[in-house]
């Protein structure tokens, strides 16, 4: 995941990339440029992959194991605890520990730990099993939003001027792993039994250690004078922020509820309920690569995404179940197809919030360059940390309490909420700069009548004294 430099402002959104300006990225991308998109299209598949196996089977396999559905709840959700927390220490010290390092020891451990995760059936039931699953999961998290958080800032500064063109194309890869994941984990499960699903991918995303050391550009920069702090008071983002903390609050609520409401609603096997995930992530694979070529061809768009994407998003989560007080039956083919309309909205809302952000920073002084790329990419991960550890959290307890559907519309509630606030921020935007605008265009006809005036004094002048 994005999600993801405004055209319009007069400065390029990566800073102080590579040589070459937007004709020349647009025409043929360099080798450099190729090797980078290798590089993110593998953390990308490998990590979303190993992210998203879990759904299908681990919440059963859990359950024998004597975790309620709030503790598993709790398992999902503290990988994005510590995901955020890693976020924002990693973005804050990219350029001290330095990028290609980075990525490269986050692809490592995180493959390690995705096969150690294929062993803890072995562990004996109960609390010592819970810890374990625990412990590797926030190991894998810190290696995630390591490895992440260095391939955002990579990509940002080897596309300066194609930042959501770029991370809409390589979400393609992001929701592959998420198309993939669900029904080759189920499959694998079903056929193979526990340990194969983990084993075999965490084995996959180790061989692509090797590949990525030989080919990922080393970029260096100075360390920056900002701070996270500095960036998130900056009222435009602090408002995207809400919007893609409900976003990932919404994918994460998914995980732990979704499966186990098909299975008990429509009796499916582990199997097949991989492929009811399939709608959500192969429709946001498609429309992202569509997104990121919109935001950046017509920026002034981007805002407008952002805003229906969530709204769009709440009434998703509305029909999922449905809600109890639509009055609607649930039904099978409705779930997949109000999954398949809520991926694209996702992409609607996520793919334009990173150039907006970095935009947003380079207009109120954040220097230009590797630092400030790392701050971004650091916060962007967080805040989807954020959301990723209250959606499973609070999902598996209102599960218990509430029921799925209404669940699923209290999440929508959040969506709704964050698309209203986000627009009404950009309208009062928008007002105070036709205001602004108003204001100059008042003085300069007032200069201008001034210069009129005393021409004409002067004029008169002359022609007195003559």
Not at 238 to 267: H, M, R
Not at 274 to 279: A, M, P, S
Request: aromatic share 12%.
């Amino acid at each position: 995941m994005d999600s993801p430099g405004d055209p319009e402002g007069p400065r390029p959104p990566g800073g102080d990339g590579p040589p070459g300006g937007a004709r020349e990225t647009s025409r043929r991308l360099s080798r450099e440029q190729i090797f980078v998109l290798i590089s993110a299209a593998s953390i990308n598949l490998g990590s979303m992959m190993c992210y998203s196996i879990l759904g299908p089977f681990f919440p059963k396999e859990a359950e024998k194991k004597g975790a309620s559905n709030t503790v598993i709840g709790m398992i999902f959700g503290c990988y994005a605890l510590f995901d955020l927390l890693a976020s924002l220490v990693f973005g804050k010290y990219l350029v001290h520990i330095g990028a290609k390092f980075m990525f490269v020891a986050g692809m490592f451990v995180s493959g390690g730990v995705t096969v150690l995760f294929g062993v803890l059936d072995q562990v004996p039931e109960g609390p010592v099993f819970i810890a374990m699953c625990f412990l590797v999961r926030i190991i894998d998290a810190i290696s995630f939003a390591a490895a992440i958080t260095a391939s955002s800032s990579i990509l940002a500064k080897a596309f300066p001027n194609n930042v959501a063109t770029v991370m809409g194309s390589l979400e393609s890869f992001s929701g592959l792993g998420l198309v993939l994941g669900p029904p080759l984990g189920g499959f694998l499960y079903q056929s193979f039994g526990y340990e194969v699903p983990f084993i075999l991918l965490g084995c996959i995303v180790l061989l692509m250690v090797p590949l990525n050391m030989c080919i990922l550009p080393n970029y260096e920069s100075d360390p920056g004078k900002h701070s996270f702090w500095k960036l998130i008071i900056l009222p435009k983002v602090a408002f995207i922020s809400f919007v893609i903390t409900s976003l990932s609050s919404g994918f994460g609520f998914l995980d732990p509820t979704l499966s186990l409401f098909v299975l008990e609603k429509f009796n499916l096997p582990a199997g097949y309920v991989g492929l009811v995930f399939l709608g959500l992530a192969l429709s946001y694979t498609i429309s992202s690569p569509l997104v990121g070529l919109l935001s950046d061809k017509m920026p002034h768009l981007r805002k407008w995404l952002l805003v229906f994407g969530n709204l769009i998003t709440a009434g998703c989560y509305m029909f999922l179940g449905p809600a109890p007080f639509l009055h609607i039956k649930s039904q099978l083919w409705l779930l997949v197809l109000i999954l398949v309309i809520n991926g694209i909205s996702a992409g609607m809302s996520l793919i334009p919030a990173f150039p907006e952000i970095l935009s947003c920073a380079h207009e109120n002084g954040f220097e230009e360059g590797l630092s400030t790329l790392g701050l971004v990419s650091g916060l962007f991960g967080a805040l989807w940390s954020v959301g990723a550890f209250l959606g499973p959290t609070l999902g598996g307890f209102l599960y218990e309490k509430i029921g799925f559907e209404w669940a699923a519309a209290l999440q929508g509630l959040w969506a709704l909420t964050s698309g209203l606030v986000m627009g009404l921020f950009y309208l009062l935007e928008h007002s105070r700069r036709r205001r602004r605008f108003t204001c100059d265009q008042d003085k300069q006809s007032l200069v201008f009548m001034e210069l009129i005036f005393q021409w004409k004094g002067q004029a008169r002048n002359k022609y007195q004294n003559l």
